[in-house]
């Protein structure tokens, strides 16, 4: 005989896989940092010994009644996984001053085209069409079964 192959024995997979369930657990999460909304994120690492290959991540709301909580987009990629490390708080304020940055300008020009309407420079309706909508032709149908215009 050459050498036995390595059989799986269900049985003693089915007691390993018992015994691992018995091992105590990590119930509570690695504190890992918090948004300016006061959200608080925490994070159980991955362990691939026990057959977790992703870690858990999660968070608690500043307000626990309130169901439409937001969060930063940073820390929401976060969560989903599709970034490794969380934000750092430098990130989350310069982030932070463009989305101002961006409210302050969009502020500024609807102020500014809100002047424009009301001057009248924006264009006006040609013959029952805005600019910009689809053509009517006498010869095409409107409404199906209709006769066409004109």
Do not use: C
């Amino acid at each position: 005989m050459a050498g036995k192959k390595p059989t799986r024995d269900l049985i003693g997979i089915i007691w390993q896989n018992f015994w691992r369930s018995l091992q105590p657990r990590q119930f509570r999460g690695t504190y890992i940092g918090e948004d300016y909304f006061g959200n608080k994120y925490y994070e159980i690492p991955p362990n691939p010994s026990l057959g977790k290959r992703k870690p858990s991540r999660w968070f608690v709301p500043a307000e626990k009644d309130a169901f439409d909580q937001e969060l930063t987009a940073e820390w929401e990629a976060w969560l989903r996984g599709r970034r490794d490390d969380p934000p750092t708080r430098e990130e989350l304020v310069k982030n932070l001053q463009i989305m101002e940055l961006k409210k302050r300008n969009a502020a500024e020009l609807e102020a500014h085209y809100s002047k424009e309407k009301d001057a009248g420079a924006l264009p006006k309706q040609v013959e029952g069409e805005t600019i910009g909508t689809f053509p009517k032709y006498k010869e095409y149908e409107i409404n199906p079964g209709k006769k066409p215009l004109g």
